[in-house]
């Protein structure tokens, strides 16, 4: 698999786990005026904004321990701890917090 598309699958992943975060992918060979505006000379390159700001930025792999095999969550702690993802965004955080009903004291463990 090229490099683009294993940051490509970890970005999907992402995407859909940080629903409030948006995920935006372009062609380096289509947006000529773009790699030219982010200085890019290596693939893969994420950049991350934070209200127009860039707050990180990964060129290729070096930051990950485990090279072309890092783990989704390796790519989204660096995230976190940039601040580019909060954990108010974060579903799995939040399904943590939801509750049961309260047990009635006329409830039975009983289905019938």
């Known amino acids: 698999m090229a490099r683009c598309q294993i940051v490509d699958a970890h970005l999907q992943i992402l995407a859909r786990k940080h629903y409030n975060t948006k995920f935006i992918k372009f062609d380096a ?3 000529g005026f773009l790699v030219q505006k982010l200085a890019l000379k290596v693939l893969p390159a994420v950049f991350c904004f ?3 700001v860039v707050k990180e930025r990964i060129v290729g792999f070096d930051r990950f321990k485990g090279g072309d095999n890092f783990k989704t969550m390796e790519f989204e702690m ?7 993802l909060t954990r108010d965004n974060d579903k799995s955080f939040a399904s943590a917090y939801v ?3 309260a047990k009635n004291k006329n409830d039975s463990d009983d289905e019938f």
């Open 78 to 84: 660096l995230l976190f701890e940039s601040g580019v």
């Open 29 to 31: 060979t289509e947006c």
């Open 50 to 52: 934070v209200n127009g």
């Open 99 to 101: 509750s049961r009903p």
